[in-house]
């Protein structure tokens, strides 16, 4: 079993942290925590708040993480520094 980690901007226009209700397309959080209870999550807690955003673990019994979900605050749609094209 590996963690997954999600990184979402919350401004970004093209995958809102909302979803799209009208498309079928659910809320991050509400996939993340599909990702969380297949993998045997029992609880979430959000245990760390930054200035630039949210991070929120997902947690087995043994507290293990099994999901995290990074909101970044005033991100759009883009890919975090470091990566590139290739």
Same mark, same amino acid.
């Given at each position: ?7 979402? +901007?919350? @401004? &970004? &226009? ?5 979803? @799209?209700?009208?498309t +079928? ?11 969380? @209870?297949?993998? !045997? ?11 630039? !955003? ?5 947690? $087995?019994? @043994? ?12 991100? !759009?749609h &883009?890919?975090?520094?470091?990566? &590139?094209? $290739?």
């Amino acid at each position: 079993m590996r963690a997954r980690l999600h990184i979402q +901007g919350r @401004d &970004d &226009d093209v995958v809102a942290m909302t979803g @799209d209700p009208v498309t +079928g397309v659910p809320s991050v959080p509400a996939l993340l925590s599909r990702w969380a @209870d297949l993998n !045997g999550a029992v609880r979430n807690e959000s245990a760390n708040a930054y200035s630039n !955003g949210h991070l929120t673990h997902y947690l $087995r019994l @043994d507290v293990k993480s099994v999901a995290e979900l990074a909101a970044l605050s005033k991100t !759009g749609h &883009d890919r975090p520094i470091g990566f &590139d094209d $290739r």
